[in-house]
């Protein structure tokens, strides 16, 4: 399997242009995948992760999305199926097995850093594996967790969002989003804090920091706390 780095591309206008995000719906009368669109979202994690960003192709054979997910191989198909549906990515019938496009994986602009070796334990996604697939959190929070990905200032390592900011790119209402947010928190994938905010009718927006990704402020916070220390 690909030596990964701290972080890769992820391509994500889909979820701020398009509100992509909002596709993804629990339903509660059946008509719905629910664990497919769960086992979708979790199968673009290691696909982004696996892509050449060169030609945009990950190849991740059946055997290797098992491994890295913890998830069934009727999942990995239903997955693949809604992601294509969504056209987030393509399959060429004609290439060989196991070889996925990611869309617009290979442009200079549009993504986000996704954090991608610092998830890895054994080659598994560590946080993946107290997912179940069977509760509406799981999708709200990896839905959360791509809006923060896509939302992310570069210079601070953290994305600013209001309860309002996420309903509008996400579709997640008040009560959605704290339990996705507890949801990530518990799985160490995110660290969260609330700031004043006075564009918010709740009166703050949550500072949400990717612990996996470390940038100038995190070195220098680092270096003052070890200075700060007595010999």
Partial sequence: ????????????GWIQHEQGLKTYKWSTKGNTDNAGQIAALMLLVALAHHTNKETGLARLSYDAMLHILGISRPLVSRGLNELEARKIITRDPNQIRGTITLTNATEDSGWGKLPASGLYRDGRILAFDTFKLRNAAELDALKLYFLIVALR???????????????????????????????????????????????????????????????????????????????
Avoid at 1 to 12: E, G, H, Q
Wanted: without cysteine.
């Fill in 1 to 12: 399997m690909t030596n990964l780095k701290a972080w890769t591309k992820l391509p994500t």
């Fill in 153 to 231: 200032d570069n210079k601070t390592n953290r994305a600013y969002i209001s309860y309002d900011k996420i309903r509008e790119h996400s579709g997640l209402w008040p009560n959605q989003i704290r339990p996705a947010i507890s949801t990530l928190a518990a799985n160490s994938l995110v660290s969260v804090n609330h700031v004043s905010s006075t564009k918010s009718e709740y009166g703050y927006a949550n500072e949400f920091h990717l612990p996996q990704i470390r940038d100038s402020q995190d070195n220098i916070a680092e270096r003052s706390l070890i200075h700060s220390i007595p010999a």
